[in-house]
């Protein structure tokens, strides 16, 4: 989850120009918003916070602000878009104490009198993006299963997968299936027509794909039979190898969709 907090201090600006202008960028972030990844959070008192203009209920008597913005924009923007909370966080410490496995950022004017990282900063849509890229960089295990499709979205992960990337954690692994994955998202994005060829990627990219042999498809073929969304149970054979862990997966030439029901420990094989 991505929590937004609206910064009474960073909207706190002198100019009733300037405030118009900066809501009106945030509205525009709001409407962008993805609401099964992203919370806008708001302190429960800002109607009664003093700012500099004082306040927000005052400046519907201001000649100096647009109709729409007063009629519209201002009250629709702090009622309908933020969930109201007791908090009203001035530093990202706090913020990240409260909300410890998610990624948070600050909205707002001007935070020139806020000590808050720059790609946590958030006053208009390119913040937001800005944002919303610095989240996906900093995925960790915890926070994985719930960026997957933005991070993969020409990949299906399934199966176990949740499960076993959980497993393994925190270790130097993680990054390096992530790099994994990524590569084959990558592939598979441009993968535009014909038959899905393993030997394309491995001459293409750093990944090493292979089958397995037919002795241990032979006698280990359930191992590698996963039941998959939509396909039910599919064999799937073929595999990345990093370290020691494999990735198994199967693509389908119909929807040129990959899907990877498993990333774990080698699997059985006739050579052990």
Not at 141 to 170: A, D, M, Y
Request: proline share 3%; charged share 25%; aromatic share 14%.
């Amino acid at each position: 989850m991505n929590n937004l907090f609206l910064s009474n201090k960073a909207i706190d600006v002198y100019d009733l120009t300037r405030f118009e202008e900066g809501i009106n960028h945030l509205n525009l972030i709001c409407q962008e918003k993805n609401d099964f990844e992203d919370e806008f959070l708001r302190n429960q008192d800002i109607w009664n916070y003093q700012f500099n203009f004082g306040f927000l209920g005052d400046l519907f008597g201001s000649k100096v602000l647009s109709i729409e913005f007063l009629s519209r924009v201002l009250p629709v923007f702090f009622e309908r878009e933020f969930k109201p909370i007791k908090q009203n966080f001035q530093t990202e410490i706090d913020f990240d104490t409260q909300y410890p496995n998610d990624c948070n950022g600050f909205l707002g004017i001007d935070f020139s009198q806020l000590s808050i990282v720059i790609e946590r900063q958030i006053c208009n849509i390119e913040g937001y993006q800005n944002f919303k890229n610095y989240c996906l960089s900093n995925i960790n295990f915890r926070t994985f299963w719930e960026h997957r499709k933005q991070l993969f979205p020409n990949l299906i992960l399934c199966g176990e997968v949740e499960n076993q990337i959980q497993s393994i954690g925190s270790s130097s692994h993680f990054n390096q299936i992530i790099n994994r994955l990524k590569e084959l998202d990558n592939y598979v994005k441009n993968w535009k027509s014909g038959r899905f060829s393993y030997k394309d990627i491995n001459l293409k990219t750093n990944l090493r794909i292979s089958p397995e042999s037919t002795q241990t498809m032979s006698q280990y073929k359930n191992q590698r039979t996963f039941t998959l969304p939509d396909l039910g149970a599919t064999v799937c054979e073929l595999h990345i190898k990093t370290g020691e862990y494999r990735f198994h997966f199967y693509a389908n030439e119909s929807t040129r969709k990959v899907y990877v029901p498993y990333i774990g420990k080698h699997l059985d094989t006739i050579s052990g």
